[in-house]
């Protein structure tokens, strides 16, 4: 069990520019979840996939948002026409099969958008 | 949407002491997590408690899911312990999302 590991740990980039993230949940873990975390806030929720199946998805996902998990395994966030207000710590978490069980949290991807 | 409470928001302690940090929350839960996020960002899992009392090494936690809080402590505090502590609850909705709602933490320094 390696943990959740996410990619790149740092971004920087141009407003106007596409970014895409990429999380490895824990093995075997079939819940993944991305978060988002301003300076001096606590994570927000933005969406979550069981398996394959993306389940859920916050407001704060807006339509410049997409969110993947082909064949049930790592995921994607991508950011199409990055803004400067999108600039924050995006955060990924995996969980076991019963959805009362602990979210584990990866080491995050700090963007930022100039 | 359920609500997460955390007090106090800042907290400045002398190496060796010992505190308490409380959440409540507006709403029944399904889950209930305390993380402490490290000066690099990464949420480390503290505890998993919707209810009951649970310890580990010089961390306890307490939930009363019927009350709805939940209280954090920290004994014998050293400098490695300074940080954000989050509390985070799963609302109980029947078809549960999954999703965790955080308070804005308690920014813990610990001075030598």
């Known amino acids: 069990d390696t943990g959740v590991s996410q990619d790149p740990r740092h971004k920087i980039t141009k407003r106007g520019q596409n970014v895409t993230f990429r999380c490895d949940p824990i093995?075997?873990?079939?819940?993944l979840y991305w978060y988002r975390q301003t300076l001096g806030q606590g994570p927000e929720f933005l969406t979550y996939f069981q398996n394959e199946a993306q389940l859920e998805k916050s407001r704060l996902l807006s339509d410049r948002f997409s969110a993947e998990r082909p064949k049930g395994s790592f995921s994607t966030l991508e950011i199409q026409r990055t803004e400067q207000g999108d600039s924050a710590m995006y955060l990924c978490?995996?969980?076991?099969?019963?959805?009362?069980?602990?979210?584990?949290f990866g080491p995050g991807t700090r963007l930022l958008v100039l | 949407g359920i609500q997460v409470e955390q007090s106090p928001p800042d907290l400045i302690l002398q190496e060796g002491a010992n505190s308490t940090l409380r959440c409540n929350f507006s709403?029944?839960?399904?889950?209930l997590q305390w993380f402490h996020q490290n000066p690099w960002g990464q949420l480390i899992n503290l505890f998993y408690?919707?209810?009951g009392t649970k310890q580990n090494g010089r961390l306890s936690a307490t939930t009363v899911a019927t009350e709805r809080y939940s209280l954090l402590y920290i004994s014998s505090s050293q400098t490695t312990d300074s940080g954000v502590y989050f509390c985070a609850v799963e609302g109980d909705y029947g078809g549960s999302q999954g999703n965790l709602i955080f308070g804005k933490g308690t920014k813990l320094s610990v001075k030598p």
């Open positions: 709403d029944s839960v399904n889950n």
């Open positions: 978490a995996s969980s076991s099969r019963d959805f009362k069980e602990t979210q584990y």
């Open positions: 408690i919707p209810s």
């Open positions: 093995s075997e873990h079939n819940r």
